[in-house]
């Protein structure tokens, strides 16, 4: 299984400094289609849970926990590595949520 991140993601990006396996991106914040989340690449993913605990919105769940209002993100999440921008060159700071 993998994790998800949900529409509740604020861009706080915490969750990318914790990955072992570096497999959660920023959607570009410039993009429409995508700039809204942060996604995690569901191949890559280990499960490991590192991510949740340092998420302050309580955004991401395994998938196999993601309340029903969110189950569209699961498939949103993976398409994100197959049609959408997937991974790419960013930097972080930059694609954070500015306060």
């Known amino acids: 299984m993998t994790h998800v991140i949900t529409a509740l993601c604020t861009h706080e990006g915490d969750c990318v400094e914790v990955c ?59 398409n994100y590595f197959i049609e959408g921008p997937g991974y790419w060159d960013y930097d972080l700071d930059e694609e954070r949520r500015q306060t």
């Open 20 to 78: 072992p396996v570096d497999c959660i991106v920023p959607g570009p914040k410039e993009n429409a289609n995508w700039g809204d989340l942060f996604f995690i690449d569901p191949d890559t993913c280990i499960d490991c849970g590192a991510c949740v605990p340092v998420c302050p919105p309580e955004a991401i769940f395994p998938e196999e926990d993601i309340p029903g209002e969110y189950e569209d993100d699961i498939a949103r999440n993976a």
